[in-house]
């Protein structure tokens, strides 16, 4: 298969009705492929030439790739960087003016050229990079220079989600796309594609032989919400409880030499946190992976600091004196792998072990704080004294748990602050629609169409409009700006929706929203059927809370969590 055949398949499955056609057509491009190949179009698709944790970017901007697009064409910079910029999209441009052409392109060559143009850095390298990239946009047809200027851009989105890739894989090589645990099982350990594609191709035994790395983040495991003591304790028995640090949960591997840390959405983040990484050298000899809360405090008093002020770390350059005005401390609460030994596998109670022995006290580290409860009055007692302490709440795990990564389940479960009249958490709602404003809305948008994820079906369903949270310049400029990128002409084939906004988008953003309550709806498709025939769930009285900048669409508030808070809406407890 050549590169431009591997194109039309893209623009193939953008169009796919369903994502049972999206997996199909992409098996059959797998199949279609030299084996070699496959790995590299699996990273292409996701607009990449690595994984994303190894933070090889591109770094062209969308002019510099119009200038390399003037140089392919022969015309003159300024004229071309000036329609690029009206026209909005350099790949639609790009297809309209270049001749056509076909050079035979492989993915192998494309991907070769590619990585090339993001390996190469410093002196020079912007104008090496215009140099390169023009040759290949010169070798290229219309449709293929369309897809590389989109890949180098960061503008490139299939919307086939990692779980849709995964099962394409299985359904290529396995003959079965319900073979996806097993490559599903891989990816979460190894957080890397290409590499699962590469394995896949190998056979099931290959699969079934990989393990954990330093260096490679392991996908995090995440908790399920339960809303009051009682059902926690009639989920989980006698348990521990930790408490709940707001911060900025990472994911730090030590090979006894470099550091690496991970963010949620397994970004490389080693440079936002240097503080910590010097106390972790200071105290530890070993290799380990642990993950922690690194949360910011008073650098007078010592208090914990809200989640807020841990974002000023998420700047590209961090200076001492942003490291001294937000000094961090790292609440240890998971050890993933310690000298040579992967812990994922064993109960809750011996990583514990291993991670209390593993502990050194250190100014800027601690343990999170637990506790073994064995009734719902102690585990409410020991609630109220995480609030004073300035947590969230607590995180309750189940004694025989194991470390399930990429998962949510009810090994851990959380048990956040209800405020009185409102749901007892907020939802991550992905934005995968939106009405247009009228009157004093005019010409931005009035409310957004947002779902939840549904990981079984690897879709978006519906759960609400919301409109209001929102400020004026939100919604008539910050929206906007955020979202026009993603706008699309109809419904993206991993949405369902009863409801036809005025404009769809593929689902990128998440943001936080409140409510008071869940109830049945019609128009909703979250959980359609699930609670009542003919009726899903939806909220009422929804509000903008902030922009989830730190979610992937997958993090999402998932149907079965909608589902779980709608039966537990009117037990709250008494907090
Ligand atoms: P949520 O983000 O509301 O889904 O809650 C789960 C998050 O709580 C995790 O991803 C961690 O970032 C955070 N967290 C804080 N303290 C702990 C703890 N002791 N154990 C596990 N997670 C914790």
């Keep these: 298969m050549t590169f431009r055949r591997f194109v039309a ?79 909005g999209d350099i790949g639609a441009y790009a297809r309209e003016v270049l001749p056509e052409h076909d050079g035979g392109l492989t993915v192998q060559q494309v991907y070769d050229e590619l990585r090339a143009i993001a ?44 779980a849709t890739v995964l099962e394409a894989l299985a359904l290529a090589f396995l003959g079965d796309r319900n073979k996806k645990p097993l490559l599903e099982r891989a990816y979460n350990l190894t957080s890397d594609l290409a590499y699962v594609a590469r394995l896949t191709l190998k056979g099931e035994d290959a699969l079934r032989a990989v393990k954990l790395e330093v260096g490679k983040p392991v996908r995090m495991m995440l908790a399920e919400r339960l809303p009051d003591p009682e059902r926690i304790m009639d989920k989980l028995g006698p348990h521990f409880a930790e408490h709940k640090y707001d911060g900025e949960r990472i994911q730090v591997h030590f090979d006894g030499r470099r550091f690496w840390v991970y963010s949620r959405r397994l970004e490389n983040i080693t440079h936002q946190y240097p503080d910590l990484l010097e106390a972790l050298r200071e105290v530890q000899q070993d290799s380990f992976i642990i993950e922690a809360e690194a949360v910011v405090v008073d650098p007078v008093t010592g208090e914990m600091r809200p989640f807020q002020n841990v974002l000023n770390r998420k700047v590209k350059h961090l200076t001492r004196e942003l490291v001294e005005k937000y000094p961090v401390k790292g609440f240890v609460f998971e050890i993933l792998y310690h000298a040579g030994e992967a812990l994922i596998d064993r109960p809750y109670t011996e990583r514990r072990q291993v991670l209390e022995r593993w502990f050194r006290p250190h100014e800027r580290l601690a343990l999170a704080a637990k506790r073994y409860v064995e009734k719902a009055s102690e585990l409410r007692q020991f609630f109220d004294e995480s609030i004073e302490a300035g947590c969230e709440g607590l995180v ?93 002409r109809e419904r993206h084939p991993r949405a369902w929706s009863l409801l036809e906004p005025d404009v769809w988008f593929e689902p990128v953003q998440v943001i ?64």
């Design 9 to 87: 398949t893209l623009s193939e499955v953008e169009r796919a009705s369903s994502r049972l056609v999206m997996v199909r057509m992409l098996a059959d491009a797998f199949r279609e492929l030299p084996p070699a190949e496959v790995p590299l179009a699996v990273l292409l698709l996701q607009g990449r030439v690595a994984p994303e944790f190894e933070g090889v970017e591109f770094g062209v901007a969308e002019k510099e790739a119009a200038k390399a697009l003037a140089l392919a064409l022969g015309r003159d910079e300024a004229e071309v960087v000036r329609a690029v910029k009206e026209k």
């Design 512 to 575: 936080e929203v409140e409510a008071q309550e869940i109830t049945l709806s019609p128009n909703h498709t979250c959980a359609f059927g699930v609670v009542q025939e003919g009726r899903g769930l939806a909220l009422r009285f929804p509000r903008f809370v902030r922009y989830r900048d730190d979610k992937s669409p997958e993090e999402a508030t998932t149907t079965s969590e909608v589902v779980e808070m709608y039966r537990n809406q009117w037990a709250q407890g008494s907090t």
């Design 119 to 162: 390996e190469d850095s410093g002196r020079g390298s912007q104008q090496r990079k215009r140099e390169r990239l023009a040759r290949l946009i010169a070798a290229s047809s219309p449709e293929e220079a369309a897809v590389i200027l989109r890949i180098v851009t960061g503008r490139l989105r299939l919307g086939a989600g990692d």
């Design 396 to 488: 309750c795990k189940k004694p025989d748990g194991e470390y399930e990564a990429g998962k949510r389940g009810f090994k851990w479960v959380k048990y956040k602050r209800g405020i009185a009249g409102k749901l007892s958490d907020t939802l991550d709602l992905v934005v995968v629609g939106a009405w247009l404003g009228r009157g004093r809305r005019a010409g931005g948008y009035g409310s957004l169409l947002a779902a939840v994820y549904n990981p079984d079906e690897d879709r978006f369903e519906t759960l609400t409009k919301v409109g209001s949270g929102f400020s004026d310049e939100d919604l008539n400029e910050v929206l906007p700006r955020r979202l026009e990128p993603y706008r699309r």
